[in-house]
């Protein structure tokens, strides 16, 4: 985790409290040093590897959870105004944006219309008892608090690792304003910088295969390997709310070195088959992110009219 130091004190303490006497007994410290083999194959090593790395990654989910809430609650703070029509985005971050509009239109009695981006999103609304509303309604929207996979220094973001990218963007682009919340690890120089997963591609499930295989002619010479999405709970590919299939563009470095996201959006709208794109190219105009310390990292914000 980029820049959080005290997991090295939970490492030594964790280390010092949880080896055995006999475990000592049998290895001393410099036999440590010497048989370092012999150490990690021990039972009593693996056992307190498997505690210390369970404590670090629930260590590590409660700092990025509470850089999230952080990111979420100024994001909702700063630009939610009594009388708004409000695009919910999707993702965990999200949940805490929603929160807070809760809180806020109980506490100051505001009036508002939300639009969701996904079946997670309405369902927030509908849990939080907000006025929910859809785009055949309200086309105007004042603004969407969403989050993102990654975002670059020119706010080009990658979204749709939650696999809403359609509505998302459907959202954004009707929205006057897109705001974007998340927690310190989707701040990037480039795209791709930190996101490894791909460019998400929202696809009609015919012809899938013939996408792909396009896809992976320019993905393969450059180090990636674009693929069809699989399911974790049923048998078969992911199916969105949209009932469409998902491909992950895996690019390698490509945004680093060689094309603009722009470049790359345009040539992947020339593919048919390929519904929506999760790049999200010029359309953010301010990104919240929360950063370890307790503080929230803002960019200036983009005038996109």
Request: charged share 25%; glycine share 8%.
């Amino acid at each position: 985790m980029r820049g959080y130091s005290p997991l090295k004190g939970l490492f030594v303490t964790t280390l010092s409290s949880t080896l055995s006497s006999s475990f000592l007994k049998t290895y001393s410290w410099k036999s440590l040093q010497v048989n370092s083999y012999s150490y990690f194959k021990h039972s009593t090593f693996r056992a307190w590897k498997q505690r210390t790395f369970s404590k670090m990654s629930e260590l590590d989910k409660s700092v990025l959870d509470a850089a999230k809430k952080l990111a979420a609650y100024q994001a909702v703070d700063d630009h939610i105004e009594d009388g708004m029509v409000i695009g919910i985005g999707s993702g965990s971050t999200v949940v805490y944006a929603v929160e807070r509009i809760a809180e806020r239109t109980l506490s100051e009695s505001m009036k508002l219309t939300c639009i969701p981006t996904s079946l997670q999103a309405k369902d927030l609304i509908i849990k939080h008892k907000l006025p929910l509303s859809d785009l055949d309604v309200n086309y105007h929207i004042d603004v969407t608090i969403d989050g993102c996979d990654e975002c670059d220094s020119n706010l080009n973001l990658i979204k749709g690792g939650g696999g809403c990218l359609l509505q998302e963007k459907i959202v954004a682009a009707a929205s006057k304003k897109l705001i974007i919340v998340a927690d310190y690890t989707k701040d990037s120089t480039f795209l791709g910088e930190n996101w490894q997963k791909g460019i998400p591609l929202e696809i009609s499930q015919i012809g899938w295969k013939v996408v792909l295989e396009k896809l992976n002619r320019v993905s393969k010479p450059e180090g990636g390997h674009s693929i069809l999405r699989q399911a974790v709970k049923k048998m078969g590919p992911i199916v969105t709310d949209n009932s469409n299939f998902l491909i992950d563009f895996q690019v390698g470095n490509i945004f680093k070195d060689k094309k603009s996201p722009r470049e790359i959006e345009t040539w992947l709208k020339t593919i048919p088959g390929i519904l929506e794109t999760g790049l999200f190219v010029d359309m953010a105009n301010q990104a919240y992110f929360g950063q370890p310390d307790g503080t929230v990292r803002k960019t200036e914000e983009i005038d996109r009219k």
